[in-house]
């Protein structure tokens, strides 16, 4: 099974700062690499599909990037809705695994 | 609008068995897949097993000999039951759609807890 190291485990940050989030994977996933935002109570929800596409509807200060098997999440400027849990999943081969989790607050 | 949606007890005595529903809209299920993660308190996200458009499953190895997930077409439904459970299974189980791209839409989860 492909194991997916995030870090860092919980991130405390200001409004306005640049904050980046980091999945390795424990071989190459070839770019099939996912970034979710939870909130609590909601349903997950994707933030960048494949390791830097947008999703739609989803605010341009969010971006991915990476290969291999080092991957990251990008916010620009970070926004007070932003604080949840992220999480990245790998989907090259199954079973697929998730990061565990990187939770963000404001500082 | 695509949306998935799961339902079933919130509490189970161990060594009992758990029965959830996913319903969903949007899609058809024999043209897509859905699966099923679990999340135990504090904890991060497992793959349980899902299935597929033309039917057939795959679970994880680490499940495999408990679970069992199937579907109703005509209902939009996916079912996952799950023996033998224990404490640790505790966990908030979500049901979500796979496609090229991964997962893409998720239910909100139903939290399941497992004590007598």
């Known amino acids: 099974d492909i194991q997916m190291t995030q870090s860092p485990s919980f991130l405390s940050a200001t409004v306005g700062d640049r904050v980046t989030i980091n999945c390795k994977a424990s071989?190459?996933?070839?770019?099939?690499l996912n970034w979710y935002q939870q909130k609590l109570g909601e349903a997950p929800k994707r933030l960048i599909y494949?390791?830097?596409s947008l999703q739609t509807g989803i605010p341009s200060r969010f971006s991915g990037s990476g290969s291999g098997t080092d991957y990251t999440l990008t916010i620009s400027s970070l926004q007070p809705e932003d604080v949840a849990t992220y999480f990245c999943?790998?989907?090259?081969?199954?079973?697929?695994?998730f990061g565990g989790g990187t939770k963000l607050e404001l500082k | 609008q695509v949306q998935l949606k799961e339902s079933g007890p919130g509490l189970v005595q161990p060594s009992q068995t758990l029965s959830l529903t996913c319903t969903v809209s949007?899609?058809?299920?024999?043209?897509?897949?859905v699966h099923w993660v679990r999340q135990p308190p504090g904890k991060g996200l497992e793959w349980m097993g899902g299935?597929?458009?033309?039917?057939?499953?795959d679970y994880n190895s680490a499940l495999k000999s408990r679970l069992s997930i199937s579907r109703d077409t005509s209902k939009s439904q996916v079912f996952l039951k799950m023996n033998s459970l224990q404490t640790d299974d505790t966990a908030i189980y979500f049901c979500?759609?796979?496609?090229?791209?991964?997962?893409?839409?998720w239910g909100q989860g139903v939290m399941v807890t497992v004590s007598s």
């Open positions: 999943l790998q989907h090259n081969s199954g079973p697929w695994t």
């Open positions: 979500t759609r796979l496609r090229g791209t991964g997962f893409d839409y």
């Open positions: 949007g899609f058809s299920l024999t043209s897509n897949s």
């Open positions: 071989q190459n996933i070839n770019k099939y």
């Open positions: 299935i597929w458009g033309d039917g057939s499953t």
């Open positions: 494949n390791t830097n």
